[in-house]
């Protein structure tokens, strides 16, 4: 627990947790929704693209992504639509950097950072939904190894004792 707060620990996780296939989808659809949502509302409010995405950024629970918008936010000092380094930094899916290039292009972005994370949380419903389907098996068969060894060690002294007294 205390490496993971340091900042290498941190990495680590953030990278293991794009490694895992299992949860890798969940992760990116996750941030992806968080990072939509949140910029929508910060952009709405009236708050400069530059500063909302430094906010997004500290709002991030994956490190990797938290960089990347930092990163984001001093390209976009520079002049860069936010676009473009969401698509060089690998982590986000196709469809954010698509449909932000063109909430730019349309003058509508929070209107598309809206509907971005409308469907990227009804994405992670889904993901989340079918990762728990997928565990139901295995915490089954975890419980009956569980409640067989309990049976085991229970019977296990009946049964020598049994023995015991039939050799009386």
Known sequence: IAYAKTYSGK???????LKIPAIKNLVVKNASAQMARTLSTLLTAGVPLNEAVG???DTMTNILFKEALLDATDQIMVGVPLSQPLQSCGLFPPMVYYMIRIG???GSTEEMLNKLADYYEEEVEMAVQSLMAAMEPMIIIVLAVVVGGLIAAVMAPMMTMYEALDSL
């Open 11 to 17: 990495h680590l996780f953030g990278k293991l947790q």
């Open 104 to 106: 730019e292009e349309a």
């Open 55 to 57: 906010i997004v950024s």
